[in-house]
């Protein structure tokens, strides 16, 4: 609670710079839309404007600019209300099943995401058991698993959904496998960390008991990994909405997040592009908050937290 | 189906010797074991799509990729200086300059770091390469905006952990520094800075990877007629997947490069630390 008054001060200090930022991004539209209506405006034409600054155009023309550039149709940067309005009209007011739904296209991106999720999470959790107990697997696979998080695999995206493509696999199942790429090694290399937590005297205390192997794995080894392994998934999951989204965008603009950005950035509707960027944070947001509440819970069950 | 069948002789050949050379305890074994599996992969997947005879459009054979990096390397060089020089690597500078200076001033305030922490650490998390298509709208379609999403990407990871870091000295450490009548900047600059410098590591490690997807993935939003990530995007768009493979390779080795140079200036740097000691 310590931290709600600092957190709530610095996010109106934010919103606040946000709408300062508006006077120098828009003016110039500003100060065009108000010489069209018949306003003078100094310097009269665009063309001797477009050597000034944001702030100097904003200087020179006080009244239309600061009156302009709160709610332009095309601004180059939109005003927090209009995004939040927007966000409002194509969540709320559509019906979900309109292409203009942010519900609609969430939920494509989100399906991708949580599906790909999953795959790569239980491919991941069974490389790294067989990783932990396998030392021909250890050294040969281990240094590539992280050597490859050097590595921007998320350029690979636009080969792997024409590849399937082409192979006639479309729509949820490539995006998912990008999905499922990103969040795997994340949770591999986790994972191995955390089945080898368990120190020798819980090892050998295993073996006092005469525990067998199995014993040993869901007893011990498991319970002991799931702190790493949550601390990966969180990672892991908003890896996967990342890949999803960025999946969509060789795809030509057809569905998703992803889609409505390049679809904006199309037609410089910068609107449409903040209120998809604001919904994938939302969904990011909500995705991480949802395996932290899943993390708490079953953390202090096990009273490890 | 012989080459296909020599493919599974192959495998098993490789990992019936990995397996025996990593019951071994010798030190040599952890750099071979793994070189044995890579090379193991190359020479299977060369085997299986000769042997299937996949076509060019969904899987290139490695000596199809590795006769199109060697051909087009004034192509590949052009696109890594564009990307990866002027996008990513400005923008890298750019974003931990910001970070680190952001930080010392929000480490001054006890206020400010709670509030900025939370904040941080969310925006951190969230998909902000979906910023790429605003910023390639505001600086235009060259690396400028390329080294905007870059600084954008990595402020908010490089700022948390050097916030995190900069608490890192403990309270007698810092006692310490006042019994030595040290003032604040005395302080920052021989204790505080040092201590956190694990946590500036960490932090510029993570950024390597993402300075490299941010300056690719914000090509494909437009960019000029050169770039890794246009290069990507085209290729793919002309099913010259082998050019796609070949510039897939420069990103590899770039990202192992700029990680493994962030990796041994770490060890240069905090070589007290128990994490780097041998």
């Known amino acids: ?305 | 189906m012989a080459l296909v069948a020599l493919a599974l002789v192959i495998w098993a050949g490789a990992w019936w010797l990995n397996v025996r050379l990593s019951a071994r305890k010798d030190g040599w074994v952890r750099t071979v074991v793994p070189a044995i599996f890579g090379v193991t992969i190359l020479v299977v997947w060369e085997l299986v799509v000769r042997g299937l005879e996949v076509p060019l459009v969904i899987l290139p054979a490695p000596t199809l990729i590795a006769e199109r990096f060697a051909g087009s390397i004034p192509i590949l060089w052009a696109d890594f200086v564009q990307t990866f020089l002027k996008g990513a690597l400005s923008g890298f500078v750019m974003g931990v300059a910001a970070a680190l200076a952001t930080a010392v001033l929000v480490d001054r305030s006890d206020f400010l770091r709670r509030g900025l922490l939370p904040v941080g650490n969310f925006i951190a998390a969230l998909p902000i390469i979906g910023t790429a298509p605003i910023l390639v709208m505001w600086f235009g379609f060259d690396w400028q905006s390329k080294a905007a999403v870059v600084v954008v990407m990595i402020f908010f990871p490089m700022l948390v952990n050097t916030v995190a870091g900069l608490r890192e000295a403990s309270a007698m450490q810092r006692d310490l520094m006042a019994t030595y009548g040290a003032s604040y900047w005395q302080a920052l600059w021989k204790l505080r800075i040092p201590a956190a410098m694990p946590f500036v590591f960490n932090g510029l490690k993570i950024s390597t990877t993402l300075a490299l997807i941010g300056a690719i993935v914000a090509e494909f939003f437009g960019s000029p007629t050169v770039g890794m990530g246009f290069r990507i995007s085209t290729s793919v768009g002309q099913l010259a997947l082998d050019m796609v493979w070949a510039e897939i390779v420069v990103a590899a080795l770039a990202g192992s490069a700029f990680y493994g140079i962030m990796a041994g200036l770490e060890r240069i740097v905090t070589f007290w630390h128990p994490a780097q000691r041998r």
């Open chain 1, 1 to 305: 609670m310590r931290a709600v008054f600092p957190v709530l001060t610095v996010v109106t200090v934010l919103v606040s710079l946000w709408y300062l930022m508006l006077i120098p991004m828009n003016s110039h539209q500003a100060a065009l839309e108000a010489e069209r209506a018949g306003v003078v405006v100094s310097p009269e034409t665009a063309r001797d404007r477009r050597d000034l600054s944001g702030w100097a155009v904003a200087l020179r023309n006080p009244g239309p600019v600061l009156g302009g550039v709160w709610a332009q149709e095309r601004p180059r940067l939109p005003a927090p209300h209009q995004v939040a309005i927007e966000l409002w009209e194509t969540t709320v007011e559509k019906k979900i099943t309109s292409k203009r739904s942010l519900v609609f296209h969430g939920w494509i991106t989100l399906s991708a995401t949580l599906l790909g999720f999953a795959i790569g999470t239980v491919m991941g959790i069974v490389l790294a058991v067989g990783i932990v107990y396998n030392r021909a697997m250890d050294l040969s696979v281990m240094p590539w698993a992280i050597a490859s998080q050097t590595i921007p695999i998320l350029a690979i995206a636009p080969m792997v959904i024409v590849v399937l493509n082409s192979v006639g696999l479309q729509g949820l199942v490539p995006k998912s496998i990008i999905s499922a790429y990103l969040s795997f090694f994340p949770v591999v290399v986790g994972m191995v960390t955390g089945l080898r937590s368990p120190d020798g005297s819980q090892m050998d205390l295993m073996r006092t008991y005469s525990a067998g192997g199995g014993q040993v794995f869901w007893k011990l080894r498991l319970p002991a990994s799931l702190p790493y392994l949550f601390a990966s998934l969180k990672i892991g999951i908003a890896a996967s909405l990342v890949g999803a989204i960025v999946g969509e965008l060789p795809t030509g603009a057809v569905r998703g997040l992803g889609a409505r950005m390049l679809a904006g950035s199309y037609y410089g509707q910068t609107v449409q592009i903040w209120s998809a960027l604001f919904a994938a944070a939302i969904c990011a947001a909500v995705l991480v908050g949802i395996v932290g509440l899943i993390q708490r819970a079953t953390l202090r069950r096990m009273g490890l937290a």
